[in-house]
T-cell receptor, first 116, second 113 residues
Framework: GAVVSQHPSWVICKSGTSVKIECRSL??????MFWYRQFPKQSLMLMAT?????????EQGVEKDKFLINHASLTLSTLTVTSAHPEDSSFYIC????????????FGPGTRLLVL | AQSVTQLDSHVSVSEGTPVLLRCNYS??????LFWYVQHPNKGLQLLLK??????LVKGINGFEAEFKKSETSFHLTKPSAHMSDAAEYFC???????????FGKGTRLHILP
């Protein structure tokens, strides 16, 4: 089946620094990738939808200048948490879809971010 | 507006006994419904999905779910639990008209030996 990877799997950083998370579709070309955030014991919250070669579409309440998304190729999307603060600590999950729709998403294993 | 409610945050069953994970939804339009499983340190895996075809949907690993419009439910079941079923399960609703996707808060399934 389709495989999506994320790198790094976990990261610890100091407050004020920026962190980049990569999401790759390993064996298929993903027209659309999604970025989610998951708080402990809570559900996944969609942050943004990213289409290759165009600007990401952010969900209401998500700061686009804080969470920079780049989708430069059909197999790679990156999420950069700029000037990270402790409240940005969370589990970030990406997913990729072959068809561009929501119906069949393949999820990455997630990236645990801890901001000190 | 869409919403999805997973009625139990934790469910414990003995190995070999039936599993029932409950999910209720609300949607203004015809929804698509999904169940995903999340094992520790692994990506979410699609178990099954309902997209307005047969109301009883069979998925992987022996799971199935029944779409009941009158009850606005999409409960996940399995006749006999296995130790490897221990994981977090998410019910998800997607509105086909506005492409919004909503995850439930998840149900942690514990399997007792």
């Amino acid at each position: 089946g389709a495989v999506v990877s994320q790198h790094p799997s976990w990261v610890i950083c100091k407050s004020g620094t920026s962190v980049k998370i990569e999401c790759r579709s390993l064996d298929f070309q993903a027209t659309t990738m999604f970025w989610y955030r998951q708080f402990p014991k809570q559900s996944l919250m969609l942050m943004a939808t990213s289409n290759e070669g165009s600007k990401a579409t952010y969900e209401q309440g998500v700061e686009k200048d804080k969470f920079l998304i780049n989708h430069a190729s059909l197999t790679l999307s990156t999420l950069t948490v700029t000037s990270a603060h402790p409240e940005d600590s969370s589990f970030y999950i990406c997913s990729a879809t072959l068809t561009g729709g929501l119906e069949t998403q393949y999820f990455g294993p997630g990236t645990r971010l801890l901001v000190l | 507006a869409q919403s999805v409610t997973q009625l139990d945050s934790h469910v414990s069953v003995s190995e070999g006994t039936p599993v029932l994970l409950r999910c209720n939804y609300s949607s203004s339009y015809s929804p698509s419904l999904f169940w995903y499983v999340q094992h520790p340190n692994k990506g979410l895996q699609l178990l099954l999905k309902y997209t307005s075809a047969a109301t009883l949907v069979k998925g992987i690993n022996g799971f199935e779910a029944e779409f009941k419009k009158s009850e606005t439910s999409f409960h996940l079941t399995k006749p006999s639990a296995h130790m490897s079923d221990a994981a977090e399960y998410f019910c998800v609703v997607s509105d086909q008209r506005n492409d919004k996707i909503i995850f439930g808060k998840g149900t942690r399934l514990h399997i007792l030996p």
